[in-house]
């Protein structure tokens, strides 16, 4: 079975400062999506960013930009110019069609 | 506009008394599945659903029970709850082709 292993409990950052959440999975398929979803207070379950396994260049959205390592299977998410507005849980999951996991989740304050 | 419904949003119970939670999403989906989110343990998969009157167990099934009679719907029942089944619910959708999951707004469930 996959699993999906996020190290950092909880992590902080400087507003307008730059930081990155580790994420590290296991999977014995070539074929997968990996996703960074983001929970702020509201409990709303928000898709900050994919990755398609296949595609080696890294995706980014804007200020989100990740750090795809296939060989090692490491996903981490660099937050660029960090907002109060992302302050909030972040959680790494892996996708293969028939099974979605999760990670334990980053509680991630942005202080002003 | 397309979306995952979960209701109710918030629930008080008592020991023993039989519960249903709803989800329905309207972006016909083939794939739909329930999650208990717990602090420190992430999202964790109680059942899924491939299509409709097809359900599997994921890795928290124990003491709870769901149904697919039609696309759209995916009930989560309780049928005897228990104070550890206290948690944050949450209900998504996706189809079967695609791996990015559509997530419901939660419901926070209290057995006493």
């Known amino acids: 079975a996959q699993t999906v292993t996020q190290s950092q409990p909880e992590m902080s950052v400087q507003e307008a400062e730059t930081v990155t959440l580790s994420c590290t999975y296991d999977t014995s398929e070539n074929n997968y999506y990996l996703f960074w979803y983001k929970q702020p207070p509201s409990r709303q379950m928000i898709l900050v960013i994919r990755?398609?396994?296949?595609?080696?260049q890294n995706a980014t959205e804007n200020r989100f930009s990740v750090n795809f390592q296939k060989a090692a299977k490491s996903f981490s998410l660099k937050i660029s110019d960090s907002q109060l507005g992302d302050t909030a849980m972040y959680f790494c999951?892996?996708?293969?069609?028939?099974?979605?996991?999760f990670g334990a989740g980053t509680r991630l304050t942005v202080k002003p | 506009e397309a979306q995952v419904t979960q209701n109710p949003r918030y629930l008080i119970t008592v020991t023993g008394k039989k519960l249903t939670v709803t989800c329905s999403q309207n972006?016909?989906?083939?794939?739909m599945s329930w999650y208990r989110q717990d602090p420190g343990l992430g999202l964790r998969q109680i059942y899924y659903?491939?299509?409709?009157?097809?359900?599997d167990k994921g890795d928290v099934p124990e003491g709870y029970k769901v149904s697919r009679k039609e696309k759209r719907n995916f009930p989560l029942i309780l049928e005897s709850p228990s104070p550890n089944q206290t948690s944050l619910y949450f209900c998504a959708s996706k189809p079967s082709q695609g791996y990015e999951a559509f997530f419901g707004q939660g419901t926070r469930l209290t057995v006493v």
């Open positions: 972006m016909n989906h083939e794939y």
């Open positions: 999951a892996f996708n293969n069609n028939n099974d979605m996991r």
């Open positions: 659903s491939m299509n409709v009157e097809v359900t």
């Open positions: 990755q398609e396994a296949y595609k080696q």
